[in-house]
């Protein structure tokens, strides 16, 4: 989600890959507050939803693996630290917690997709530079996932929540297990020079890019301005009945 990298020109394609990410979440959380606010009836377990939500975490994810490839390229070259990008993500996601915490307190996000990607982030690093052996790792971590019960651990998240103050239920949770595999395989579409494709200009393309490029920005404030637009909504749709 993060922009992971810092050269001379951006890479367009990459820009709206991760914008098109971002446009697709502000779709299922509009449709999430449709949902609380009864203008929506659906099931967030219907497989559509869970595929859905699945569509999001493969692009965002997998661009934070990618950017972390294009970003090892270039911190080599200007010989730039990482903390500045990292202090930025870790405050974002300790944000989250807060707010949710005040908020929703028996629903807070304690390890939400912020929260995963900063901490995929750090674990994907050193391998950045190894782009082959990174989606090797990554791609045997999803076929062991999909293939076998060896990283599901259905009852670590029950355990966790018995014994350490937790609640059950929270508003966004990301399991490490496959969505690890897809960072680690992220650095490979780097090498592989996707970030050169060339894109057509216009309008949509422009739109994508922009969201890509403001990725952390819109998916701190989009939840705030979406929500309170469906619960003006429905104050008058209430009022006028």
Request: glycine share 4%.
């Amino acid at each position: 989600m993060q922009s992971a990298y810092n050269t001379q020109k951006r890479s367009a394609f990459l820009d709206v890959y991760r914008g098109s990410a971002v446009l697709l979440m502000m779709i299922f959380h509009f449709c999430w507050d449709l949902r609380d606010f009864d203008f929506l009836t659906f099931s967030i377990h219907d497989p559509f939803w869970v595929y859905f939500r699945k569509v999001i975490l493969l692009l965002f994810l997998s661009a934070v693996g990618w950017s972390s490839y294009l970003a090892h390229i270039s911190m080599k070259q200007k010989k730039a630290p990482f903390w500045r990008r990292d202090a930025k993500l870790f405050c974002s996601a300790a944000g989250i917690s807060l707010v949710t915490y005040l908020a929703v307190p028996d629903q807070w996000i304690y390890f939400g997709i912020l929260h995963f990607i900063f901490i995929a982030s750090l674990i994907t690093r050193p391998f950045a530079g190894w782009p082959i052996v990174s989606a090797l790792i990554g791609a045997s971590i999803v076929f062991l996932y999909q293939l076998t019960h060896w990283l599901h651990f259905p009852n670590a998240f029950a355990m966790i929540t018995q014994y350490i103050s937790l609640p059950s239920r929270t508003l966004d949770i990301v399991f490490p297990f496959p969505w690890l595999g897809v960072v680690l395989i992220g650095p490979i579409i780097g090498h592989l020079r996707w970030h050169q494709w060339s894109l057509p200009n216009n309008l949509l393309t422009s739109i994508l890019a922009y969201m890509g490029r403001h990725a952390l920005p819109f998916y701190l404030l989009h939840q705030l301005v979406l929500y309170s637009l469906v619960a003006l909504s429905k104050i008058i749709a209430t009022s006028l009945l």
